[in-house]
């Protein structure tokens, strides 16, 4: 029902900058929040930052918190990923994921309805 379009991935030298852009279409559907999750090889996924449609209220985890922002056009349904200071241990594929229900909890995956198909993100050093 919504369809997710990453883009912005792609080879940074560390200490460098990257953003990351995800588009929420579909017939009828409210955002409620989105979010960004990442997997690094042999790793489990893991919350990133996420924002809620309606505040504007962010959550970060404590890895990214200082260097990242979320954010997000409402009038388009896209929420972006400002990474900055970027390290080789922020290497993953970045997943894009959008809530259409209210969910106290922004951080789990089972917050998410909807999963964009991931951008790679490559940080050398």
């Known amino acids: 029902q919504v369809q997710l379009v990453e883009s912005g991935g792609g080879l940074v030298q560390a200490g460098g900058s990257l953003r990351l852009s995800c588009a929420a279409s579909g017939r009828s559907f409210s955002v409620y929040h989105m979010g960004w999750f990442r997997q690094a090889p042999g790793k489990e996924r893991e919350f990133v930052a996420s924002t809620r449609w309606s505040t504007g209220s962010t959550y970060y985890s404590d890895s990214v918190k200082g260097r990242f922002t979320i954010s997000r056009d409402y009038a388009r349904n896209t929420a972006f990923l400002e990474m900055n200071s970027l390290r080789s241990e922020d290497t993953a594929v970045y997943y894009c994921?959008?809530?259409?229900?209210?969910?106290?909890?922004?951080?789990?995956?089972?917050?998410?309805?909807?999963w964009g198909q991931g951008t790679q993100v490559t940080v050398s050093s």
């Open positions: 994921a959008a809530g259409v229900r209210w969910s106290p909890h922004l951080s789990i995956n089972n917050a998410y309805d909807y």
